[in-house]
């Protein structure tokens, strides 16, 4: 069966259940740092999609442990629902799939912004007054830190895409010499 199905309805089972449990911001919380943690610690995803050697207990002690030690008893469930069903592997999907749900549910805009060093959060913040006034929806703003820019930056707003970066300028005025070069000769 395709995982991206089975991730997408657990996910809307979480949302549900979270949403009647009065805890979605809570499980979003907690999604996202698990979705971190996996990302940053070694071996941690692997043990958790173990289905074989890692129990029910030890899955929950690692979620308590990458949550800092305490876990919302809506977490709790749900992580003992996918230990039950051998579908832990799926975790990391149903997370990303479960903020898709909270930011469309909370009007909330993903956007990427990829800049040559870290941004001032002045320029965070005027970003974030930029798109709202423009869209109506509040920003989650994600920075991607990339040298090779050199300077200015690319937006990402999903279904837009804004690079007002050096580098897509000097490929743009190379283009233009390397076009006009061709016609010469």
Not at 15 to 27: C, L
Not at 95 to 113: H, P, S, T
Not at 139 to 156: S, W
Request: net charge positive.
């Amino acid at each position: 069966m395709d995982l991206g199905l089975i991730a997408s309805r657990y996910a809307s089972a979480l949302f549900r259940f979270a949403t009647e449990q009065g805890s979605a911001d809570t499980v979003y919380g907690e999604s996202v740092r698990l979705l971190d943690a996996f990302a940053s610690v070694p071996g941690l995803w692997d043990a958790m999609a173990d289905g074989v050697m890692v129990g029910e207990e030890t899955r929950l002690a690692l979620v308590r442990s990458a949550l800092g030690g305490a876990v919302s008893p809506v977490m709790e469930r749900f992580v003992r629902l996918l230990s039950a069903k051998g579908r832990t592997d799926c975790i990391r999907l149903i997370f990303q799939d479960y903020a898709d749900l909270y930011y469309r549910e909370k009007g909330i805009l993903r956007v990427r912004l990829v800049t040559p060093r870290d941004p001032s959060p002045k320029l965070l913040s005027s970003l974030r007054s930029l798109i709202r006034k423009r869209t109506g929806r509040e920003a989650d703003i994600q920075v991607a830190v990339d040298p090779d820019l050199i300077g200015g930056f690319v937006l990402d707003l999903g279904d837009e895409m804004l690079d007002a970066s050096v580098a897509s300028q000097l490929e743009k005025i190379r283009r233009t010499l390397t076009d006009k070069n061709r016609r010469i000769v």
